[in-house]
């Protein structure tokens, strides 16, 4: 492009919503763009947008309206990740047994389903009941706002114009019989599955697996035959919930701190997100700027498929989200009618439930017809995992509620955060929309203000009416895990509202737990008890959390050194990029030094292996005293402890871990100091030093060998650790000691972002997206981000125009629909 056209480029996209007019007057800067026919608009009546693309393939998105920047954003999304969206429309259509087999492997992006059928035969069950279309229907506030439906149309068009108009070349899909066109009620489908990826998403096996006793009227077998969950044993069904609700076990997870004015250089705030999600697959995040002049213009990072920007920032404030401890579900208990068991009693009348049957079709072989069973409650479950059965007898049966199946908000709320101005602004959104299914906010603003709060959709128990209504399975697993089960039979037993609620049968965002304006707010997957270790949030109902109980080695290590941070002050942003690769271990710091002692007051050296074999173990002790406390790529003995570690506490009790037990007057400290004589620590030592020697591993290798991922056949290091060791940095890689170690990254540290304002007009950003913007190999932002976070380097956020249009590798793309 001639120096004269690229000026005058900039200059008309300086003028913002000029660009939109003078676009089809202006020369292509990219392959794909193309000139509006007889300087009518670039559309030529369709939709369209213009989107600039900066360093590593993030695109700003320009349009008129709502309409317009999402037909831009599913664009930009298809030209990067179409065969990852593809995949996740033949999800929410119910047809993945169609295409891949009925018993293929899910991505386990959009449910927590492993197996196609049951993920079809659950989703192809919501299309056909025509769920999504009357959650679409609603009015706002309970249903989505004009401008959200506007947004998912454009984003519907986007797509659809993208692959009409390219050529895909993504292996993983290239020529597919199942890449097609999707509509708004597509787009808005997978907005569903996201919402209750916590609640229906975690117990679908459940629910299509859920079959009464007999067929109504045959014979049944006799009372003393069934199994009867009201005599399980009460420990190991509190025990079952609060495993199955605890998010340190869940393969997403993040940490976030917000400090206010007092402690930073500028007097103004900083936000440092570092969501922990999945690498591979449909959960993955996506990069870009949306900008409406006048009315929106953020930056950050998407959820695959969402039309919004989930986390970000925006000149004036910036937010991120962590995985909440709310308990997004209940039980109800159905005493059910001698004479039908798909009938259930409620103030002893009867009420029939509702057949839902389904069929799938299947590749390979006869279609799969099943029924589903739905009651005034939600459907009719029948476990929650594998250590949690709910059997449905002749006498009773359970159904799960889950409020997020009534809400397609959660992109109303995001629009909504991205026009916010202040923390006071984000407050006001959370509350306005009421969206958020299963996470927190974090947020600061350029005023210096902060913010933590819980506002998510979690059904209204309160604990008077957990104690007047629960079952006797429900007494014992809801102190456990904030799980209620309530009695399904007494009506005096339902939900109620909330004054402040859109929604029947939740909370409204007044009962939720919040923090305003502390000198930090952080949180790490743990409940809000400890958002700042020195104004501890207590009073709400066990449904949203714990309080006075142990914190997560990652919750302990973050609080202390954003704690420190803030007692010191000064703070920039430089500071938020040191803290998020710091990769200090926090479990080290703890246990290291005393496993070392115990290693070396070993007789001879020696440890008894778990089969009973000897192994020396003396070359280890030297190696874990000597490490550096830290997971960065290059530490020596990182590798070690970790592996150590991880068996260590997955076989010994805390109670035989700990000489100085949890203490709720120092949750941060506690508990601590490692008992060398705990039985556990010689065969853990034992069995690690054989695995590594086994492997061809060296005790003191640098953790990056043996930690790593491969792009185009580049061995990347890659720093971080595992929760078990608490690191900030958090990295979950499957061990493979075949192929080196930890090979790949199954999930973790993603689309991170630093931000804070030195009194300029423009944000001081720096963000990483740790896997890139595309899943094709073939693309040059497959592996760049990658590379950057193996490096430890940051991407220089471009927010402002005059920083947009100083990119060295600036690309405008016109993109439209054809009619």
């Not at 014979?219 to 005599?231: G, I, L, M, N, V």
């Not at 925006?314 to 209940?330: F, L, Q, R």
């Not at 050296?605 to 002790?621: I, K, L, M, P």
């Amino acid at each position: 492009m001639h120096r004269r056209t690229r000026s005058a480029l900039r200059r008309v996209a300086l003028a913002g919503a000029a660009l939109l007019a003078a676009a089809a007057a202006v020369p292509p800067a990219h392959a794909q763009a193309r000139a509006a026919p007889d300087g009518r608009t670039p559309s030529g009546g369709g939709l369209s947008a213009v989107v600039r693309y900066t360093e590593n393939g993030i695109p700003h998105i320009l349009g008129r309206d709502y309409a317009q920047v999402g037909f831009g954003t599913g664009w930009a999304q298809a030209a990067d990740q179409v065969c990852v969206l593809a995949d996740g429309f033949v999800t929410v259509s119910g047809e993945r047994s169609r295409w891949f087999g009925q018993d293929a492997a899910t991505d386990g992006s959009l449910s927590s389903l492993t197996r196609n059928l049951s993920s079809d035969l659950y989703f192809k069950g919501v299309r056909e009941s025509g769920t999504v279309e009357r959650l679409l229907a609603a009015p706002a506030p309970a249903g989505p706002s004009k401008d959200l439906k506007e947004l998912m149309r454009g984003w519907a068009a986007g797509y659809n114009a993208w692959l009409a108009q390219n050529k895909v070349t993504d292996p993983a899909c290239k020529g597919a019989a199942w890449l097609r066109p999707v509509t708004t009620v597509d787009v808005a489908a997978r907005g569903f599955a996201i919402a209750v990826l916590g609640g229906e998403g975690r117990g679908i096996d459940g629910i299509t697996g859920a079959q009464p006793p007999a067929p109504a009227g045959g014979a049944r077998p006799a009372a003393p035959q069934e199994a009867d969950p009201r005599e399980a044993d009460p420990a190991a069904a509190a025990q079952a919930a609060r495993e199955f609700f605890d998010t340190s076990r869940y393969d997403v997870g993040s940490n976030a701190v917000a400090f206010a004015g007092s402690t930073t250089a500028s007097g103004r705030g900083l936000l440092l997100g570092n969501p922990h999600y999945p690498w591979q697959g449909g959960r993955r995040f996506w990069q870009s700027q949306q900008t409406i002049p006048g009315e929106l213009n953020v930056s950050g990072g998407s959820l695959l498929g969402m039309p919004a920007v989930s986390i970000g920032f925006n000149e004036k404030v910036a937010w991120s989200h962590t995985v909440a401890t709310g308990t997004p579900v209940n039980l109800h208990e159905l005493t059910l009618d001698p004479a039908d068991p798909t009938a259930y009693l409620v103030d002893g009348v009867p009420h029939t439930m509702t057949r839902r049957t389904v069929t799938v079709p299947v590749a390979g072989g006869d279609p799969v017809t099943r029924t589903q069973w739905w009651t005034r409650y939600g459907p009719v479950v029948t476990s929650l995992g594998a250590g949690l059965p709910l059997p449905w007898t002749t006498r009773s049966a359970y159904a799960l509620n889950d409020p997020n199946a009534s809400n397609l908000r959660g992109s109303d709320t995001a629009l909504a955060l991205g026009k916010a101005r202040s923390v006071a602004g984000i407050q006001d959104a959370l509350a306005r929309t009421q969206g958020l299914p299963w996470v927190n906010t974090v947020a600061a603003d350029s005023a210096g203000g902060t913010l933590f709060t819980q506002t998510q959709v979690l059904p209204r128990i309160t604990d008077e009416l957990a104690a007047r209504c629960s079952t006797p399975l429900g007494r014992a697993v809801y102190p456990a895990s904030g799980l209620a089960v309530l009695d399904g039979a007494r009506g005096d037993c339902a939900l109620g509202s909330d004054a402040d609620a859109v929604q029947p049968g939740v909370f409204g965002p007044g009962k939720a737990p919040t923090l305003r304006d502390a000198p930090y707010a952080e949180n790490s997957n743990d409940s809000a008890w400890l958002a700042n270790a020195d104004r501890p949030l207590t009073g709400y109902e066990r449904i949203w959390g714990n309080v006075a109980t142990p914190r997560s080695l990652r919750t302990r290590g973050a609080v202390e050194d954003v704690s420190a941070m803030a007692g010191k002050g000064r703070l920039t942003v430089a500071d938020l990029q040191e803290l998020q690769f710091a990769n200090r271990a926090p479990a080290g710091d703890l246990a290291a030094a005393d496993a070392a002692r115990a290693c070396s007051a070993l007789p001879g050296g020696t440890a008894t292996a778990a089969d009973g074999s000897a192994v020396d173990v003396s070359a280890a002790c030297a190696v874990l005293a000597g490490w550096d406390r830290t997971t960065d790529a290059g530490s020596r003995g990182a590798l070690l402890f970790d592996r150590f570690w991880r068996r260590l506490t997955a076989s010994t009790p805390a109670a035989d871990l700990w000489l100085v037990p949890f203490s709720a007057a120092d949750p941060v400290r506690t508990p601590r100091t490692l008992n060398r004589e705990a039985p556990g620590i010689g065969r853990a030592l034992a069995d690690t030093v054989a695995e590594l020697r086994a492997a061809g591993i060296a005790l003191d290798a640098p953790l990056g060998e043996h930690q790593f991922v491969v792009r185009g056949g580049q061995k990347l290091p890659v720093g971080g650790g595992t929760e078990a060791l608490g690191v900030w940095n958090k990295v979950e890689a499957r061990w493979n000691a075949a192929a080196g170690g930890y090979p790949d990254v199954a999930n973790g540290s993603s689309h991170i972002q630093a931000v804070g304002w030195d009194g300029s007009s423009c944000p001081v950003a720096r963000t990483l997206l740790t896997y890139g913007q595309s899943s094709n190999p073939g693309s040059p932002y497959y592996a760049d981000q990658t590379r950057l976070f193996s490096e430890e380097r940051w991407v220089r956020a471009r927010f402002c125009e005059r920083d947009i249009l100083t990119s060295p590798q600036l690309k405008v793309v016109l993109v439209r629909e054809r009619r």
